[in-house]
């Protein structure tokens, strides 16, 4: 054989290797930040190559809706939080968690990825236990300042443990710490590429009017439950917020299944709704400040929109102090104020300061556009198709 026949040879070889389908699973979930940053690596892995992708995630909840509305195969499995505290709870969570683990291993094996990719929460355990038993490669990513329990759980079966802020390494023992690798939290694209004259026309539509051009985008969001501080604020509040704002309030489902506000439409310049999901990135691009909790998918959205924030995050007894630290970090950048617990008085004043300070506000706006990520999904994607040579 010639060396012309070998080199054609060698290039059929590498052509095939290259087009050869790679079988990648994704797991995570029980809210939404578990489940839209995982989206943003798959569209990025989608960029770059053509995966076979699908996804193991809780049996009821909102993990089945979202993952097939993005095209993806999804298997449902048995979920049992894990709990800190004492709960008679966490019984019979060990025999989901136990039988979520069985499920997962059956669907592993019958699968065989290459690869599984942790979005954490509870009810990633079990799949990234089984993957590692079954000599399947683990990635995890963390989004929050300190991890969570299932991080830290995972991060002892994980190859590569990425998080959103350098600081996370610091939580972790120094075994693991050479697995660590920041790249920030991973934004859809729709937020990245959000245009706020769309946002604008929607909101208009929604409304019915046309928002007044003295008025700046004052846009509260409390999540897909809506949060109970913020709706009574904005209840407190309302009246003087619209003198300044046209204010759009996200209340959450937990009030209706209908746009409606605790405080009632009081004023044309309030437009109440209940949710937003596809529209959210244009409005985020069309506000002038965020009003809201400082969960990874809040500070890290926004941040991608480049939009100041004020933040008041969930805190106390029933939570681990995450949104706190990541509330902490976004005003350490400059991109955000945080309040806890504030009085009407008090986050009425903070906000009042803030519209008559332009400069404050547009410092508030540059340093949010700069502590964004956007890159954060590609340099997962680029890691994971250079590990498994999947570039095309």
Same mark, same amino acid.
């Given at each position: 054989?010639?060396?012309?026949?070998?080199?054609?040879?060698?290039?059929?070889?590498?052509?095939?290797?290259?087009?050869?389908?790679?079988?990648?699973?994704?797991?995570?979930?029980?809210?939404?930040?578990?489940?839209?940053?995982?989206?943003?690596?798959?569209?990025?892995?989608?960029?770059?190559?053509?995966?076979?992708?699908?996804?193991?995630?809780?049996?009821?909840?909102?993990?089945?809706?979202?993952?097939?509305?993005?095209?993806?195969?999804?298997?449902?499995?048995?979920?049992?939080?894990?709990?800190?505290?004492?709960?008679?709870?966490?019984?019979?969570?060990?025999?989901?968690?136990?039988?979520?683990?069985?499920?997962?291993?059956?669907?592993?094996?019958?699968?065989?990825?290459?690869?599984?990719?942790?979005?954490?929460?509870?009810?990633?355990?079990?799949?990234?236990?089984?993957?590692?038993?079954?000599?399947?490669?683990?990635?995890?990513?963390?989004?929050?300042?300190?991890?969570?329990?299932?991080?830290?759980?995972?991060?002892?079966?994980?190859?590569?443990?990425?998080?959103?802020?350098?600081?996370?390494?610091?939580?972790?023992?120094?075994?693991?710490?050479?697995?660590?690798?920041?790249?920030?939290?991973?934004?859809?694209?729709?937020?990245?590429?959000?245009?706020?004259?769309?946002?604008?026309?929607?909101?208009?539509?929604?409304?019915?009017?046309?928002?007044?051009?003295?008025?700046?985008?004052?846009?509260?969001?409390?999540?897909?439950?809506?949060?109970?501080?913020?709706?009574?604020?904005?209840?407190?509040?309302?009246?003087?917020?619209?003198?300044?704002?046209?204010?759009?309030?996200?209340?959450?489902?937990?009030?209706?299944?209908?746009?409606?506000?605790?405080?009632?439409?009081?004023?044309?310049?309030?437009?109440?709704?209940?949710?937003?999901?596809?529209?959210? /990135?244009?409005? *985020?691009?069309?506000?002038? &400040?965020? $009003?809201?909790?400082?969960?990874? +998918?809040?500070?890290?959205? @926004? #941040? =991608?929109?480049?939009?100041?924030?004020?933040?008041?995050?969930?805190?106390?007894?029933?939570?681990?102090?995450?949104?706190?630290?990541?509330?902490?970090?976004?005003?350490?950048?400059?991109?955000?104020?945080?309040?806890?617990?504030?009085? /009407?008085?008090? *986050?009425?004043?903070?906000? &009042?300061? $803030?519209?008559?300070?332009?400069? +404050?506000?547009?410092?508030? @706006? #540059? =340093?949010?556009?700069?502590?964004?990520?956007?890159?954060?999904?590609?340099?997962?994607?680029?890691?994971?198709?250079?590990?498994?040579?999947?570039?095309?």
């Amino acid at each position: 054989m010639n060396a012309g026949m070998r080199g054609m040879i060698t290039a059929d070889i590498i052509t095939a290797k290259r087009r050869t389908v790679i079988k990648i699973a994704f797991t995570g979930g029980g809210t939404g930040g578990h489940i839209y940053p995982a989206l943003a690596v798959i569209a990025a892995l989608k960029e770059i190559s053509n995966p076979d992708i699908f996804w193991i995630g809780q049996k009821t909840g909102m993990d089945k809706s979202i993952v097939e509305a993005a095209g993806l195969r999804f298997y449902g499995i048995s979920a049992g939080k894990l709990r800190r505290y004492f709960s008679l709870r966490n019984i019979a969570d060990i025999f989901n968690i136990i039988r979520g683990f069985i499920e997962a291993r059956k669907i592993l094996a019958k699968e065989m990825p290459a690869l599984l990719f942790s979005k954490g929460g509870f009810v990633s355990v079990p799949p990234v236990i089984a993957a590692a038993s079954l000599k399947i490669s683990v990635h995890t990513h963390e989004s929050d300042v300190s991890p969570g329990l299932a991080t830290k759980i995972n991060t002892f079966f994980a190859e590569r443990v990425w998080t959103a802020y350098e600081k996370t390494e610091l939580f972790f023992k120094p075994q693991f710490r050479k697995k660590v690798r920041r790249c920030g939290n991973p934004v859809r694209s729709v937020f990245l590429e959000a245009n706020a004259l769309r946002g604008r026309i929607f909101l208009e539509k929604k409304a019915g009017q046309t928002i007044p051009e003295d008025k700046k985008i004052l846009l509260v969001l409390g999540g897909s439950q809506g949060a109970k501080e913020i709706n009574d604020l904005v209840t407190a509040c309302l009246g003087d917020f619209t003198k300044y704002f046209f204010v759009v309030h996200q209340t959450g489902y937990v009030l209706g299944d209908t746009d409606t506000s605790p405080a009632g439409n009081v004023s044309k310049n309030y437009l109440p709704l209940a949710y937003m999901k596809d529209e959210l /990135p244009d409005v *985020l691009a069309a506000a002038h &400040l965020v $009003l809201g909790r400082s969960g990874a +998918g809040t500070v890290w959205e @926004a #941040a =991608a929109a480049g939009v100041p924030m004020l933040l008041i995050p969930l805190c106390g007894s029933g939570t681990r102090g995450d949104q706190v630290e990541n509330a902490r970090y976004f005003t350490g950048e400059g991109a955000a104020l945080m309040l806890i617990h504030p009085k /009407p008085e008090e *986050l009425m004043q903070t906000i &009042l300061d $803030l519209i008559k300070d332009e400069n +404050g506000l547009a410092a508030l @706006a #540059a =340093a949010s556009k700069r502590a964004g990520k956007p890159d954060a999904a590609k340099i997962i994607a680029d890691e994971i198709c250079l590990k498994f040579d999947m570039n095309v």
